[in-house]
């Protein structure tokens, strides 16, 4: 029952604001900025503190789907809806495609049947 009541709480707060995003404090909402405390960056940690540094990530499920959609907002706000838009965003999306066709190409040659 428990897992039922975690998974109907994760997806209520699906197409919400942030939790920790205070609108007096931060203005206009922007979903590619992370609003909880800053943290040093993974390249100024040193190896003793790699560990700790490690337990403050958020790994909960509703912490990954954060960061996948942080990530994605600002891939779309840096390179697709700016105001001078290039070609640069055309090869990136069609890397999956690309490698689909691949894959489905290399299958085919190897197959030594006649018809398919």
């Given at each position: 029952m428990s897992v039922s009541r975690g998974i109907y709480e994760a997806l209520a707060e699906t197409g919400k604001y942030d939790p920790l995003y205070k609108p007096r404090v931060h203005g206009t909402f922007n979903p590619s900025r992370y609003y909880g405390k800053p943290d040093?960056?993974?390249?100024?940690?040193?190896?003793?503190?790699?560990?700790?540094?490690?337990?403050?990530?958020?790994?909960?499920?509703q912490g990954a789907a954060r960061a996948i959609g942080r990530g994605f907002w600002s891939f779309k706000l840096k390179y697709v809806t700016?105001?001078?838009?290039?070609?640069?965003?055309?090869?990136?999306?069609?890397?999956?495609?690309?490698?689909?066709?691949?894959?489905?190409?290399?299958?085919?040659?190897?197959?030594?049947?006649?018809?398919?």
């Open positions: 040093k960056p993974v390249m100024d940690v040193k190896m003793k503190e790699l560990p700790s540094w490690i337990s403050r990530r958020n790994y909960s499920p700016c105001k001078n838009g290039n070609w640069k965003v055309l090869p990136i999306l069609c890397i999956p495609v690309a490698l689909n066709e691949a894959r489905d190409h290399f299958h085919h040659v190897f197959d030594k049947r006649k018809y398919h």
